[in-house]
T-cell receptor, first 115, second 113 residues
C-alpha cells in the first residue's frame, strides 16, 4: 500500500522568493513519485516525475524535485516564484495494482504568491 | 493530440436524483480512471479500467455508484441515488504506460442540494 503526506495545506511566498513544498511518502515497493499542479476549474497537469535513475528531477515551469530514499521524501522546489505559479500542488505515489499502476494522491498544498 | 474530454462541466441535482458523467480518453490509452475530488482534498480513486475490464473498484460505493467502459474506449460514471456528500469534482484520467503518468480531463463539478 502507498500513502502520501503533504506538510502544509497552504504555503505563502512573495514573488521572487524560493518555493518549497514538502512531500513524504510511504510505499511497500520501489515508488514512482509525481508532482501535479491544478489551476482553478481545471484538471491536474503533470509537473514532473521520478521513476528510476537520477534522483534530482527537473520539470516544467522551472520546478524540480529530489527523491531522497533515506528520508522517504520528494520535496518540490523552485528558485524564484512567479505570480503564475499560484495554484494547488499535489504529490502522488504510484504502485502496482494487479499489474497496473495506481496513483495515490496527497491532500494538496495551495501555493499563494504575493507581489 | 486531443486531451481527455469530459461532460458535462457542471451539474446541479437534488439528493436522491440520479446523474451520469461521460469521459472520452486520449486515443490509444488503455487505462482509464475515475477520481473523486472533494473540496480541500486530493483526488481519490473510484475505479480503474484496463481496456474494458475493471482493475480496481475497491473504493467505489457500489450501492449507488456504477461505471462502465464499453468497447474499451469511452466511459460513463453514474450515481443513483445521489447524496449530499457526493458533491465533488469527478475527474477522468487516462494513461498509456505503467509508470502511472496520468492525463486528466477538466472534471465535472457536481453539486447535490
Amino acid at each position: 500500500a502507498q500513502s502520501v503526506t503533504q506538510l502544509g495545506s497552504h504555503v505563502s511566498v512573495s514573488e521572487g522568493a524560493l518555493v518549497l513544498l514538502r512531500c513524504n511518502y510511504s510505499s511497500s515497493v520501489p515508488p514512482y513519485l509525481f508532482w501535479y499542479v491544478q489551476y482553478p476549474n481545471q484538471g491536474l497537469q503533470l509537473l514532473l516525475k521520478y521513476t528510476t535513475g537520477a534522483t534530482l528531477v527537473k520539470g516544467i515551469n522551472g520546478f524540480e524535485a529530489e527523491f531522497k530514499k533515506s528520508e522517504t521524501s520528494f520535496h518540490l522546489t523552485k528558485p524564484s516564484a512567479h505570480m503564475s505559479d499560484a495554484a494547488e500542488y499535489f504529490c502522488a505515489v504510484s504502485g502496482e495494482n494487479s499489474g497496473y499502476s495506481t496513483l495515490t494522491f496527497g491532500k494538496g498544498t495551495m501555493l499563494l504568491v504575493s507581489p | 493530440e486531443a486531451g481527455v474530454a469530459q461532460s458535462p462541466r457542471y451539474k446541479i441535482i437534488e439528493k436522491r436524483q440520479s446523474v451520469a458523467f461521460w469521459c472520452n480518453p486520449i486515443s490509444g490509452h488503455a487505462t482509464l480512471y475515475w477520481y473523486q475530488q472533494i473540496l480541500g482534498q486530493g483526488p481519490k480513486l473510484l475505479i480503474q479500467f484496463q481496456n474494458n475490464g475493471v482493475v480496481d473498484d475497491s473504493q467505489l460505493p457500489k450501492d449507488r455508484f456504477s461505471a462502465e467502459r464499453l468497447k474499451g474506449v469511452d466511459s460513463t460514471l453514474k450515481i443513483q441515488p445521489a447524496k449530499l456528500e457526493d458533491s465533488a469534482v469527478y475527474l477522468c484520467a487516462s494513461s498509456l504506460d505503467r509508470t502511472g503518468t496520468l492525463h486528466f480531463g477538466n472534471g465535472t463539478r457536481l453539486t447535490v442540494t
